[in-house]
């Protein structure tokens, strides 16, 4: 069952081929099977189980959507009504989240079954899954390599089919990265299309929520759930959703790509540089048109983004003081010892150096000589995206420099770390919508073709990812063990 896509999952519940139950047994029992991945921080199969009988009734009642009775998993950044939610920090390990998500409440009414919440980065920081609290998860197609980050629980439970499909967030790539490093299917949507109450935020003009699984046409089924306003969020977008499985199957004769020459140049690696070239050649047996495209400013992205991303963590981390909520030190000696230890003692290294790093940035002095200045390159960059996409219908590109890398082998230099991230970036400062397609492997590795798009063209990006899955099957290739 669990080589099953969604809809041939969704159409095996409504024949009666197996029950939301039995389907969510089986999960349960891979999970248990493979924990040795990490994947997973909470496992809640109690309420899955529970929820799974609810699922079967709505079926046999004829009550069913296209997510009821599908086992799904949440990144542990989703609050989820009395489940703990602990954005993989040590400060949130005793946090009994009190309301749901927005995210995790649509789930829900869909009747899809929680199997329980993802292992991620610390609250989203990172780029290889190692600075969890909870340990670094594995990646399944190689166990001694990172299933990259933060979403890293997120692409390696999809990969590993541990889940069905799952959730994931992205603020600078880390939807996008664990996709490519896990050979899964992962959309960033623009920013505002996916509500972002209940995300516990990190850089919150950045943040945004969205869905991971094996196909296009996965994801498709996925966005539309998680998609829409909400009005309990400021930064959500009042826009009719379209409906993402309509146009999968439309032609992409006469389609404009566009190849960043800032991508593609001599410090690309080799092999990357061969694998999607070999990915943008099915385009052009499919109609598309390519052509090179240039944006100067993209390779002012990192340090623009290392200062306004650090600048939002400080502040939006600055709630986590252990007085109302989450990790307390013992036998504080007055309040400034209580929230000096409290967070000294909560956090990992690498939030405590993107907080120190946030808050130097806006500190008095130094606000408009990097805050500031920061801000005015990010709109350089958008500016350097809606140029090109006045030429072109989509750009395409690497997600990463290379396949997924050893565990241990960048956590002890950030920088090294950070460019990781190097093609991923400029879309969130930019807003737009961006997913990672497996397009082939190296040594063994996946690797992710990236599809860029302009604002809210997520059915169209859709589309394109879908058509290039009809006719390669690198999303079907599943690891060895997990088969």
């Keep these: ?253 006469g389609l404009k790509i566009g190849l960043p020459k800032e991508f593609f140049s001599n410090d690309l690696n080799s092999d990357m540089a061969a694998t999607l070239e070999t990915a943008i050649n099915e385009y052009r047996k499919l109609g598309a048109e390519v052509k090179e495209v240039s944006m100067p400013n993209l390779r002012l992205a990192i340090p623009a983004y290392y200062v306004i991303a650090p600048a939002e963590c400080s502040a939006n981390l600055s709630r986590f003081d252990g007085v109302r909520f989450g990790y307390r030190c013992e036998n504080p000696v007055d309040l400034t010892d209580l929230y000096t230890r409290s967070r000294g003692e909560g956090f990992g290294k690498e939030v405590k150096r993107r907080i120190l790093m946030g808050t130097y940035a806006l500190s008095t002095g130094y606000y408009d000589a990097y805050y500031v200045k920061a801000q005015k390159i990010r709109r350089l960059i958008s500016d350097d995206f809606k140029m090109a996409l006045t030429e072109v219908d989509v750009i395409m590109g690497p997600v990463t420099p290379t396949p997924a890398f050893g565990i241990g082998e960048k956590i002890a230099d950030p920088i090294e770390m950070y460019l990781s991230d190097i093609y991923t970036i400029a879309i969130n400062l930019a807003g737009l919508p961006a997913l990672s397609i497996p397009a082939g492997f190296i040594n063994g590795l996946p690797v992710g073709l990236q599809i860029i798009g302009n604002y809210f063209s997520e059915d169209r990006l859709l589309n394109i990812a879908h058509q290039y899955q009809q006719v390669t099957d690198w999303h079907q290739h599943t690891p060895k063990g997990f088969e």
Excluded at 201 to 227: K, N
Aim: glycine letters at 10%; charged letters at 15%.
């Design 1 to 253: 069952m669990h080589t099953k896509s969604l809809t041939e999952l969704a159409h095996g519940l409504r024949s009666g081929e197996f029950s939301s139950v039995e389907l969510t047994q089986h999960f349960l029992k891979r999970i248990k099977q493979h924990q040795d991945l990490n994947a997973y921080i909470t496992v809640t199969e109690e309420t899955a189980l529970q929820n799974a009988i609810v699922a079967d009734a709505r079926i046999a009642n004829g009550q069913s959507t296209a997510l009821t009775g599908i086992p799904i998993a949440q990144k542990d950044i989703f609050c989820t009504l009395d489940i703990k939610t602990s954005c993989g920090s040590k400060i949130l390990d005793n946090f009994i989240a009190p309301y749901n998500a927005t995210v995790v409440e649509k789930f829900n009414l869909a009747g899809a079954v929680l199997l329980g919440k993802l292992n991620m980065d610390e609250f989203a920081m990172g780029s290889s899954n190692e600075t969890s609290y909870y340990g670094a998860v594995k990646n399944p197609w190689n166990i001694n390599t990172v299933p990259g980050g933060s979403s890293g629980g997120s692409g390696a439970a999809v990969a590993a089919r541990l889940a069905a499909c799952a959730t994931g967030t992205d603020t600078g790539g880390s939807i996008r990265q664990p996709a490519a490093h896990c050979g899964i299917t992962g959309l960033k949507p623009t920013y505002g299309r996916v509500s972002r109450y209940g995300m516990i935020a990190y850089a919150s003009s950045l943040d945004q929520g969205g869905p991971m699984a094996r196909s296009a046409e996965d994801v498709a089924i996925l966005l539309q759930t998680m998609a829409g306003f909400d009005p309990k969020d400021s930064t959500s977008v009042d826009l009719s959703v379209p409906d993402y499985s309509a146009g999968l199957n439309n032609p992409l004769a």
